[in-house]
């Protein structure tokens, strides 16, 4: 199996970046803060011959609070404060569906995983998905991945609990990986 067939799927909001509080959204460069290590701990990942996903549920986009074109320059600031720590993400999967919607993407459905998979041929089996939602951890399981929960509270269906992102990778990057 080769190196690039392994993944780290992460959540954005609370796993990357602050999370806005219940109910807002990031809807402009300004409010997006990096979370302390999430720099380090990604180019550790990208070091480590992982491919680094960043999959987002962004309802906003569907109730009208930010645009898709809003989101995506929130997401090329994201991707700009990452590459001045020499660290990248492969692609970034936007869900821009509200709960009401029939999509196949909103977590906890695994429909970006897998299209993840398909796009980059990733044995899924060798991916994680870092969340920090109950959502999270069922689309990652759904697809067939290795997951951690983030965070405060209990998540007993995740394989492993983390207290951040860079505590997470340390953890993923202990696990012994197939020749």
């Given at each position: 199996?080769?190196?690039?067939?392994?993944?780290?799927?992460?959540?954005?909001?609370?796993?990357?970046?602050?999370?806005?509080?219940?109910?807002?959204?990031?809807?402009?460069?300004?409010?997006?803060?990096?979370?302390?290590?999430?720099?380090?701990?990604?180019?550790?990942?990208?070091?480590?011959?992982?491919?680094?996903?960043?999959v987002t549920n962004q309802r906003c986009i569907a109730r009208g609070i930010a645009s898709?074109?809003?989101?995506?320059?929130?997401?090329?600031?994201?991707?700009?404060?990452?590459?001045?720590?020499?660290?990248?993400?492969?692609?970034?999967?936007?869900?821009?569906?509200d709960d009401a919607d029939v999509c196949s993407c909103r977590k906890p459905k695994p429909?970006?995983?897998?299209?993840?998979?398909?796009?980059?041929?990733?044995d899924l089996s060798e991916c994680w998905m870092v969340g920090d939602s109950r959502s999270?951890?069922?689309?990652?399981?759904?697809?067939?991945?290795?997951?951690?929960?983030?965070?405060?509270?209990?998540?007993?269906?995740?394989?492993?609990?983390?207290?951040?992102?860079?505590?997470?990778?340390?953890?993923?990057?202990?696990?012994?990986?197939?020749?």
């Open positions: 199996m080769s190196s690039a067939s392994k993944a780290v799927f992460l959540d954005r909001d609370g796993v990357i970046n602050q999370r806005p509080p219940e109910g807002l959204y990031i809807t402009s460069t300004e409010e997006l803060h990096l979370l302390p290590g999430v720099v380090d701990a990604i180019g550790r990942l990208n070091h480590a011959g992982y491919r680094v996903f960043i898709a074109d809003v989101v995506a320059q929130i997401h090329d600031c994201l991707l700009q404060l990452l590459a001045v720590g020499h660290a990248a993400i492969d692609r970034i999967f936007v869900c821009p569906h429909g970006m995983l897998l299209q993840a998979a398909s796009d980059f041929d990733l999270d951890i069922e689309a990652g399981r759904a697809a067939g991945c290795r997951t951690f929960f983030i965070g405060a509270g209990d998540c007993s269906e995740a394989d492993g609990k983390a207290s951040s992102l860079a505590d997470a990778v340390d953890k993923i990057l202990a696990v012994p990986h197939p020749a």
